[in-house]
């Protein structure tokens, strides 16, 4: 599948059925902007959710630090295009590393939403992230040809080996809330779930 | 002068790398983060041949940062090594630190700092520590290679009791400006 091929779909509704499909404690690192908005949206009371307030780009290697420390749990990043645009030498890390907990979920709506929605340049250039994921050496990266398909891509990451890259194309509706913003509450409920053994 | 392939490579008979090692140890750090410095060479080889420790070599010293809130965030503590001119890099993702209040100490070989050959490396040497300090960061220097273990040592326990970014610079001077051989 490559990206003109996938249905353009809504990150609200997918975030929703992410979250429906987490039954073990699973971590999620929510990034900057609308993607942990619309986390927050979903269940803003999961403590197994960590909310970025800043630090653009760094969603999955704060997943990829969570992901060492709690191999048994499965760690998700959702991190927004522009967002990973800013940090493409983290997919060569994970992938040296290769944490086979690690699930990366790169929403694409090709812009920078939160500031206006100008274009970023991956949009003007047709950057495939999957096709860079794969190029780092993160095999298991795929397109979401539809939400079924990312139904079925994200059952498959929470379920074998990672590292997983899973890109789904979105549009540009914001996000459903914003989060409070009382990163010491997050740290401290985040890390307290984390010490509890998985489901 | 003896010429070297490295930069700023310690004297192979100073021991204080080894030192930092076991101060690892001792304050049960399980992740480094690391782009790699010449001056930190023999402490990355001693980290690599132990497999209680997970080393991640990064792409830039931002994603140490993350890596290391990430880590704090999982119940393991981490460390991050660097060279100065890194510290530039990171600057920003300090705010992770600060916002969490996540313990993150950092050990920074200086470059840009004491006989430094190569002009592009003074700027950032000059400003690592006011740098770092504009950002909340507790840094202290070791300027003498006796120095350098009880300064290690006091920045872990700064930052694993006070939960903030603290850092060690190690100057030039200990770890010997040497040159790419041509003067």
Not at chain 2, 59 to 76: D, N, S, V, Y
Request: hydrophobic residues 45%; glycine residues 8%.
């Amino acid at each position: 599948m490559t990206r003109p091929n996938t249905q353009v779909m809504n990150r609200a509704a997918l975030t929703k059925r992410i979250l429906g499909k987490l039954h073990k404690r699973e971590a999620v690192v929510g990034g900057i902007g609308n993607s942990n908005w619309d986390l927050w949206a979903a269940a803003p009371s999961r403590p197994e959710n960590f909310y970025m307030l800043g630090s653009m780009g760094l969603a999955a290697p704060i997943a990829l630090g969570v992901a060492l420390a709690q191999p048994e749990r499965r760690v998700l990043a959702l991190e927004g295009d522009g967002s990973l645009l800013m940090q493409l030498g983290c997919l060569s890390t994970i992938a040296a590393q290769a944490p086979r907990n690690l699930i990366i979920v790169v929403w694409d709506n090709a812009i920078y939403q939160i500031t206006g929605g100008q274009p970023t340049p991956a949009a003007q250039s047709g950057t495939d992230w999957v096709a860079i994921a794969r190029a780092s050496g993160i095999a298991k990266s795929h397109w979401a040809a539809d939400e079924a398909e990312f139904d079925t891509l994200i059952e498959t990451a929470l379920t074998t080996d990672g590292p997983h890259l899973i890109a789904a194309r979105i549009d540009s509706e914001p996000g459903r809330h914003q989060t409070d913003r009382d990163p010491v509450r997050f740290a401290q409920a985040f890390t307290r779930a984390m010490a509890l053994p998985i489901g | 002068m003896s010429h070297s392939t490295v930069e700023t490579a310690p004297d192979a008979q100073a021991d204080w790398p080894d030192g930092i090692y076991a101060l690892l140890k001792q304050y049960s750090i399980r992740q480094v983060a690391l782009v790699p410095d010449a001056g930190h060479s023999r402490l990355i080889k001693r980290c690599l041949g132990d497999n209680e420790l997970r080393v991640v070599t990064l792409t830039t010293e931002e994603e140490g940062i993350a890596l290391m809130q990430g880590a704090w965030l999982g119940g393991e503590r981490s460390v991050m090594l660097m060279q100065s001119s890194g510290v530039g890099n990171c600057i920003n993702m300090l705010s992770l630190s600060s916002i969490h209040r996540t313990p993150m100490p950092m050990i920074v070989t200086m470059r840009g700092d004491f006989g430094e050959f190569n002009p592009a490396q003074v700027a950032m040497g000059q400003a690592t520590q006011a740098v770092l300090e504009a950002m909340g960061t507790l840094v202290h220097r070791a300027d003498r290679p006796e120095d350098v273990l009880p300064t290690v040592e006091a920045s872990l326990k700064l930052a694993f009791n006070t939960f903030r970014p603290t850092a060690t610079l190690i100057g030039q001077r200990v770890l010997g400006a040497k040159t790419f051989g041509k003067d």
